[in-house]
């Protein structure tokens, strides 16, 4: 399968609680791009990187997220502390620069905030 | 700023039936592109199609078609003779402003096709 994988696709979690999701985009692709989704919404924009480089991050994200994609490759979300309110659906992108944002997409953690 | 309003909440069809679902869109900028994804029961969004603000040729593909009207910022989808495995939630999706880097997605339209 060399589509977009998201790790874990669920995730319950205690109010306070840190967690973590990852992602791996495709191969070849060099923006990686996260979004979250709450229900009955579209998809908002939280941040995305190309290569390495954080080049974009939504008001959306509080310093409580941090992304990271340390080589280029997969990337790592984080949220600490988390929040009830941070319950959604964190979906994960990818696209070849150059495409004009035809992104790829995982299929998503769905994480729950107890 | 930009905006995408699907109004459409949910649409339910009997099989075989065509449906549309409508699109418009909201930007300032002369350079824009506009897309269409599915998103079924399993939470994967997939790519239908995109389209850019210079070409509003209709576009078909199999069963599925597209109308952009610029004069109406539009962009309807339409499925005919529908079948059951179309039953997902539809987005449409705006870039604008060449260069910003991330899609505005609208709140999406469920199509349910009955049996």
């Known amino acids: 399968d060399t589509g977009v994988s998201q790790d874990p696709r669920h995730k319950i979690t205690k109010r306070g609680q840190n967690v973590t999701f990852r992602c791996d985009p495709i191969?070849?692709?060099?923006?990686l791009y996260w979004y979250r989704q709450t229900l009955g919404q579209g998809p908002e924009f939280l941040t995305y990187f190309q290569n390495e480089a954080q080049l974009e991050k939504s008001r959306l994200l509080s310093d409580r997220f941090s992304a990271e994609r340390p080589k280029g490759s997969f990337s790592t979300l984080e949220i600490q502390r988390t929040e009830q309110g941070d319950s959604a659906m964190y979906l994960c992108?990818?696209?070849?620069?150059?495409?004009?944002?035809?992104?790829?997409f995982g299929s998503g953690t769905q994480l729950s905030v107890l | 700023a930009q905006k995408v309003t699907q109004a459409q909440t949910e649409i339910s069809v009997v099989e075989k039936e065509d449906v549309t679902l409508d699109c418009v869109y909201e930007?300032?900028?002369?350079?824009?592109?506009l897309f269409w994804y599915k998103q079924p029961p399993s939470g994967e969004l997939v790519f239908l199609i995109r389209?850019?603000?210079?070409?509003?040729q209709n576009e078909i593909s199999g069963r599925y078609s597209w109308n952009f009207q610029k004069s109406t910022s539009s962009f309807n989808f339409t499925i005919t003779a529908s079948q059951v495995v179309d039953s997902a939630v539809y987005f449409c999706?705006?870039?604008?402003?060449?260069?910003?880097?991330?899609?505005?997605f609208g709140t999406g339209t469920r199509l349910t096709i009955i049996p």
């Open positions: 999706a705006l870039l604008s402003n060449f260069g910003n880097e991330k899609l505005t």
């Open positions: 389209r850019n603000s210079f070409d509003e």
């Open positions: 191969s070849e692709h060099n923006r």
């Open positions: 930007t300032r900028d002369t350079t824009y592109y």
């Open positions: 992108a990818s696209s070849s620069q150059g495409t004009n944002e035809k992104l790829f």
